[in-house]
């Protein structure tokens, strides 16, 4: 289940205070600056399991998809890669504690109660292992990520037009930084950049996250009712949205 799935979800955001910073988005062979409001310092990076450099071709492990310049490749200023073999403890570290404060603030994300830091760890592990994932964080003043989304490409031969858009989490006490939509617009160049057509994304129905994919241009399909369980048992619902990028 994706989610911010919950750019704010429950409680008050604890805003951080300082000037406007550079976030660093993909396109086709070059990183463009993105500035919006938020703590200084701070940066997206850029996670390609694949690895690569630039203008190097490297293939896209889809069937029917052939090499090409890989767009997320390319270290530059604020952005690094971070892959399954890159990736500082540290990093693992902040992404488990970012997982596990987002499942206590009430956002499911393929979770009924929050895991523990050891299960956070290894599922952040494997994610980032996982070819077909892509990841980008965003970074506090003191450099611990804080937020982060990835995009789920497909390997099945009649679908690498399209991808997924999943694990969109914000710490609570990084709320009303802009780090959310950030990533989204991150995420849709990158997609432009591969020449992906369609992306798509399920969050719970009712939730604020809801409410902001309308507000970013997603278009709703509709709702499952009792998609996932929550904490307690209950079932929710989840609203399935869509993204057209344009004519493959």
Request: charged share 20%.
């Amino acid at each position: 289940m994706t989610s911010d799935s919950h750019p704010p979800t429950r409680g008050e955001s604890l805003p951080f205070t300082g000037p406007k910073r550079t976030v660093a988005t993909v396109t086709a062979m070059r990183i463009e600056p993105l500035t919006f409001p938020a703590p200084g310092g701070g940066a997206l990076v850029s996670s390609n399991a694949r690895g690569g450099t630039a203008g190097t071709t490297v293939r896209s492990g889809r069937p029917g998809v052939p090499g090409r310049p890989s767009p997320a490749a390319a270290p530059a200023a604020g952005l690094s890669l971070l892959d399954s073999l890159a990736a500082r403890t540290a990093d693992l570290s902040c992404l488990a504690d970012v997982l596990i404060d987002c499942v206590q603030g009430g956002a499911s994300v393929g979770w009924v109660k929050a895991p523990t830091k050891e299960q956070a760890t290894a599922w952040w592990s494997a994610f980032l292992a996982d070819p077909d994932h892509r990841t980008w964080v965003g970074r506090d003043d003191a450099g611990r990520i804080v937020a982060t989304a990835s995009l789920a490409l497909t390997s099945k031969a009649n679908g690498a037009h399209r991808a997924e858009v999943v694990k969109l989490l914000v710490h609570r006490q990084a709320r009303g930084n802009k780090f959310a939509p950030g990533l989204m617009a991150t995420i849709e160049r990158f997609a432009k950049a591969e020449r992906l057509s369609l992306l798509t994304l399920d969050t719970e129905t009712g939730s604020l996250a809801e409410s902001l994919y309308r507000r970013w241009g997603w278009s709703e399909v509709g709702a499952i009712p009792g998609f996932a369980k929550v904490a307690g048992g209950a079932l929710v619902s989840t609203t399935i949205f869509y993204k057209q990028l344009g004519a493959r």
